[in-house]
């Protein structure tokens, strides 16, 4: 069974702070994506990431950063120096394949809640 | 923007009631997924389409149907309707052509349920 598991349900820092957020899913699949997607106080899904099972390279993109790490199957993501406005849910994911090798649904974490104060 | 649409924004109802949730995916994207976003239990995914056909199913109830239309777009029929249906429906489109792409999600739909 797939399963994403988001330890952290809130956290609260001070603006410029670092932040990791922690991710660790299950899967039987050996092919697998890997995302995380930001939910401001307005309500929509905003796509931040997009990892394959078979590239296990970091990604840091301005002042964000993702550790993916299979021995470990976690997918953590580091906001560097916060700032108010990253204030939002957070949410990763996890898709195997379907059909014909085409991306299955997604099965979301529970969220981590992250307050950025000023 | 993600270029996903859904309509209505907001819609309240009666217990019982039928409604009608309309969603137009991308250009260019022939999968449309819906998901329900409830406090309870969190993000869900409810069925996908592609192309005009049902590709997956996930927790979605027999009082809830969906079809995607020659034109792509999709609609999701919740009917007999109850208090815990109330939610946040989103729809999320994406190209589903071989490798792997990412779903971009549209505003949503928040039912309420009165």
């Known amino acids: 069974a797939q399963k994403v598991t988001q330890a952290q349900t809130e956290i609260s820092v001070v603006e410029k702070e670092d932040v990791t957020l922690d991710c660790v899913y299950e899967?039987?699949?050996?092919?697998?994506?890997l995302f995380w997607y930001k939910q401001p106080p307005s309500g929509e899904l905003v796509f931040l990431i997009r990892?394959?099972?078979?590239?296990?390279q970091n990604e840091i993109s301005g002042r964000y950063s993702w550790n993916f790490q299979k021995s470990t199957s976690s997918f953590n993501f580091t906001i560097t120096a916060s700032q108010v406005v990253d204030s939002a849910v957070y949410f990763c994911?996890?898709?195997?394949?379907?059909?014909?090798?085409?991306?299955?649904?997604?099965?979301f974490g529970k969220g981590t809640k992250l307050s950025v104060k000023p | 923007d993600s270029g996903v649409t859904q309509t209505p924004k907001h819609l309240i109802t009666a217990t019982g009631q039928r409604v009608t949730l309309r969603c137009s995916p991308r250009?260019?994207?022939?999968?449309v997924y819906w998901y329900q976003q409830s406090l309870d239990q969190g993000l869900q995914f409810l069925i996908q389409y592609y192309n005009g056909e049902e590709r997956a199913k996930g927790n979605i109830l027999e009082r809830f149907s969906a079809q995607q239309f020659p034109d792509l777009h999709s609609e999701l029929n919740l009917s007999s309707l109850e208090l815990g249906d109330s939610a946040l429906y989103f729809c999320?489109?994406?190209?589903?052509?071989?490798?792997?792409?990412?779903?971009?999600f549209g505003p949503g739909t928040r039912l309420t349920v009165t």
């Open positions: 994911a996890l898709s195997e394949a379907n059909y014909g090798g085409s991306q299955g649904n997604l099965i």
């Open positions: 999320a489109s994406s190209v589903t052509s071989g490798s792997m792409r990412e779903q971009y």
């Open positions: 250009s260019g994207d022939l999968s």
């Open positions: 990892r394959n099972s078979f590239d296990e």
């Open positions: 899967t039987r699949d050996t092919t697998y994506y």
